[in-house]
């Protein structure tokens, strides 16, 4: 062992704090030495009242000593071996490590035992002595090993539910950054088409963006919001919508008010109808039908009329995605997105805030 190493063992056993467990493997083993005394003297260790109560003196004497230093021995034997890949190896030198104090302690005790009792040394009881040792270090390395393999499993199963909070975190907060450059870019290309049409509804238009984005700043760092809360947010992007589109688009809203305080992940709503303005037609005489509206399974249904603008659309498919990554993240439900002739339709998932809640904490 080189020399840089020694110190670090002197430091280590400095440092070590006897936990509630290692005070309890203090008890745990007491009773071998009730064992050693019967092995030492038989019968006579129960009827000698003096042979009783010099055993009882070397045993207070030797046990706490004996646990403090198979204890400390133990923790620095773990500080060289730690990982659960070194099990093999870190038994095998635990025992080849204990065994010889053990050993070592079982002849005092003997010696002390017959010195004090004025007897002769038994030799000949040292050997069961021996082989009780070795049992009692099998067991209690089975049993120190078992606690130390367990902690660690807790210990990993921890470390890998914080490292996929983290994960799920960072996604979470990587989907929140995606959607405020999202609604800007589109925003502004509705701007941008006003601006040309009509300057008044242009400015109108610009105010009513600035209230709605103001409001979306303050909304998009939750990772669940009410369902009325999403409504009063869709209601004044709707007004938005209106003042560019006139009577080219409707909304019709029918959520049943025991909906009202479940929860989805927040701009949830604003995005579908997004996507729904995006990649159909809106004229006045064929107008773009929206309906948000509860279904009999509790679930909100978001559906729109199939109007398809001629073409290819560009899309960077954000919205959607988004959206699924969200409810896959938070809540690990799927959306249902059902297409037809004449609709398309998504139904979401409404989440119970009390089951949300106890899941998170």
């Not at 067991?139 to 499993?153: G, I, M, Y």
């Not at 019709?252 to 009202?260: A, G, K, Q």
Request: aromatic share 10%; glycine share 2%.
């Amino acid at each position: 062992m080189s020399a840089a190493r020694q110190p670090h063992i002197i430091t280590q056993l400095l440092k070590n704090k006897l936990t509630n467990n290692d005070v309890r493997v203090l008890f745990i083993v007491l009773p071998y030495y009730f064992v050693l005394g019967f092995i030492i003297w038989g019968k006579t260790y129960i009827y000698d009242l003096h042979i009783f109560l010099i055993t009882i003196m070397v045993t207070l004497v030797i046990w706490p000593s004996s646990w403090y230093i198979h204890s400390n021995v133990g923790y620095v034997i773990r500080s060289f071996f730690p990982e659960i890949s070194q099990t093999t190896r870190r038994v095998l030198v635990t025992l080849a490590v204990f065994i010889p104090i053990t050993i070592f302690i079982n002849y005092l005790v003997l010696l002390l035992c017959c010195e004090l009792a004025g007897v002769p040394y038994k030799s000949d009881k040292f050997m069961e002595m021996t082989i009780a040792g070795l049992i009692l270090n099998m067991l209690a390395t089975a049993v120190f090993e078992s606690t130390f393999l367990l902690k660690r499993w807790k210990t990993s199963v921890l470390e890998a539910e914080d490292l996929k909070k983290a994960y799920l975190q960072s996604e979470l907060d990587n989907l929140k950054s995606q959607v405020n450059p999202h609604f800007l870019f589109n925003s502004l290309n509705s701007l941008s088409a006003l601006i040309t049409e009509d300057a008044e509804k242009a400015e109108q238009f610009l105010r009513e963006m600035s209230r709605v984005y103001r409001y979306l700043l303050q909304n998009n760092e939750r990772e669940l919001t009410p369902v009325e809360v999403e409504l009063t947010f869709v209601r004044s992007y709707y007004h938005l919508l209106k003042t560019r589109y006139e009577s080219a688009i409707q909304l019709d809203i029918h959520i049943s008010d025991e909906y009202l305080d479940y929860l989805i992940p927040p701009l949830t709503l604003q995005m579908l109808i997004e996507n729904a303005v995006k990649h159909n037609t809106l004229m006045e005489t064929h107008p773009l039908i929206i309906e948000l509206y509860s279904d009999q399974d509790g679930q909100l249904v978001v559906s729109n009329n199939l109007q398809p603008k001629a073409g290819v659309i560009e899309s960077n498919k954000i919205g959607l995605k988004n959206i699924q990554k969200k409810y896959q993240l938070l809540v690990q439900q799927e959306l249902i997105i059902d297409i037809s002739d004449r609709l398309f339709t998504v139904k979401l998932p409404l989440i119970k805030p009390a089951k949300y809640e106890d899941s998170h904490h």
